[in-house]
T-cell receptor, first 115, second 116 residues
Framework: AQKITQTQPGMFVQEKEAVTLDCTYD???????LFWYKQPSSGEMIFLIY??????QNATEGRYSLNFQKARKSANLVISASQLGDSAMYFC????????????FGKGTKLSVKP | GAGVSQSPSNKVTEKGKDVELRCDPI?????LYWYRQRLGQGLEFLIY????????KSGLPSDRFSAERTGESVSTLTIQRTQQEDSAVYLC??????????????FGPGTRLTVL
């Protein structure tokens, strides 16, 4: 079964600094996708970034980048130049080719950005 | 509409009552998903629809839970004889299709269900 592990329940970062949120996954499939979502206190789920298992380059979207290390089965999210508005829950999720369609989520990391 | 909408936004009910939660996906999205998020937890998959059919209902936590979708649009999640452990935020998401490995799901704002 697919599984996502996020080992950091909470993280603090100083405004304007970079932070890395850890995510490891467990799958025997060759074809899968990895997603990061942000959930502010308002509760909405906001898509941030995607990495496909066959993508050779790390995905980047603005201040977000994904440090994808396939051999280690890790897909860490790097947020550069943190802003106060980045304070939120962050969820790593996976979707694999043989799935029934749903995303499998980790338990999340609560990021707090300090001024 | 511009995004996924859900109603009601909040629902408080008494134990044993039935509740219906509604989801309106993004127009043109054929796949629709229901997730449950308990307080402080990640998202737990419940069921998904491709078109009007639900290929696998094994994610539903009990036979008190059921869902339907009509006309490849609106979906309703029904919880019968609610229990206190059903208290959670119920999130709906939609995507263009459920095929392939790129499956960006767009989420609604959720329905917060409280069972007293």
């Amino acid at each position: 079964a697919q599984k996502i592990t996020q080992t950091q329940p909470g993280m603090f970062v100083q405004e304007k600094e970079a932070v890395t949120l850890d995510c490891t996954y467990d799958t025997s499939d060759q074809s899968y996708g990895l997603f990061w979502y942000k959930q502010p206190s308002s509760g909405e789920m906001i898509f941030l970034i995607y990495q496909g298992s066959y993508d050779e380059q790390n995905a980047t979207e603005g201040r977000y980048s994904l440090n994808f290390q396939k051999a280690r089965k890790s897909a860490n999210l790097v947020i550069s130049a943190s802003q106060l508005g980045d304070s939120a829950m962050y969820f790593c999720a996976t979707y694999y080719g043989g799935s029934q369609g749903n995303l499998i989520f980790g338990k999340g990391t609560k990021l707090s950005v300090k001024p | 509409g511009a995004g996924v909408s859900q109603s009601p936004s909040n629902k408080v009910t008494e134990k044993g009552k039935d509740v219906e939660l509604r989801c309106d996906p993004i127009s043109g999205h054929t796949a629709l998903y229901w997730y449950r998020q308990r307080l402080g937890q990640g998202l737990e998959f419940l069921i998904y629809f491709q078109g009007n059919s639900a290929p696998d209902k094994s994610g539903l936590p009990s036979d008190r839970f059921s869902a339907e979708r009509t006309g490849e649009s609106v979906s309703t999640l029904t919880i019968q004889r609610t229990q206190q452990e059903d208290s959670a935020v119920y999130l709906c998401a939609s995507s263009l299709t459920s095929g392939g490995v790129y499956n960006e799901q767009f989420f609604g704002p959720g329905t917060r269900l409280t069972v007293l």
